[in-house]
């Protein structure tokens, strides 16, 4: 495949891997965000997602790190929320993504509902930073290079 430059092949991409795929690539989009939680059971619950081999129970116990992750973030949040923890919240949302199985998930897609969350995470920190400066990569594109990379391998 060649190397994927917008948000059409992406997605698209995406749709093409099986369960497991979906939940690796899920995790890589997640790990490139997790430093913007300081929640540590997002850490374990993503090495669970990242783990090709990991048992329906380790997945299932990793959700459940995930969600309850989610959901203290949420309420640190309340109604006078921080762009930091704001992007906290968003790094649960993207672990969710990444941990819940692919014909319960919102979308068609548990790995672009990460992506999207990774790159929410990602703005919020950008927001929270007063400065305008960027790496030399979006989020965005980042995620397509990860991604064309993994389908090359």
């Given at each position: 495949?060649?190397?994927?430059?917008?948000?059409?092949?992406?997605?698209?991409?995406?749709?093409?891997?099986?369960?497991v795929?979906?939940?690796?690539?899920?995790?890589?989009?997640?790990?490139?965000?997790?430093?913007?939680?300081?929640d540590?059971?997002?850490?374990?619950?993503?090495a669970?997602?990242?783990?090709?081999?990991?048992?329906?129970?380790?997945?299932?116990?990793?959700?459940?790190?995930?969600?309850?992750?989610?959901?203290?973030?949420h309420?640190r949040?309340?109604?006078?929320?921080?762009?930091?923890?704001?992007?906290?919240?968003?790094?649960?949302?993207?672990?969710?993504?990444?941990?819940?199985p692919?014909?319960?998930?919102?979308?068609?897609?548990?790995?672009?509902?990460?992506?999207?969350?990774?790159?929410?995470?990602?703005?919020?920190?950008?927001?929270?930073?007063?400065?305008?400066?960027?790496?030399?990569?979006?989020?965005?594109?980042?995620?397509?290079?990860?991604?064309?990379?993994y389908?090359?391998?």
């Amino acid at each position: 495949m060649s190397q994927i430059t917008n948000d059409i092949e992406f997605k698209k991409a995406l749709q093409n891997l099986d369960a497991v795929q979906q939940r690796v690539v899920a995790a890589m989009f997640v790990e490139h965000v997790l430093s913007l939680s300081d929640d540590k059971r997002l850490n374990q619950a993503i090495a669970v997602a990242a783990d090709s081999n990991a048992s329906a129970g380790d997945i299932a116990n990793a959700l459940k790190l995930a969600k309850a992750a989610t959901n203290d973030s949420h309420v640190r949040c309340g109604a006078e929320c921080n762009w930091a923890e704001q992007a906290g919240y968003f790094v649960a949302r993207a672990t969710i993504a990444a941990l819940t199985p692919l014909q319960q998930s919102i979308s068609a897609s548990p790995a672009w509902q990460a992506a999207m969350s990774s790159r929410m995470a990602q703005t919020s920190m950008l927001i929270d930073n007063e400065s305008t400066q960027q790496g030399t990569h979006t989020e965005s594109e980042w995620q397509y290079e990860t991604l064309s990379n993994y389908l090359k391998s």
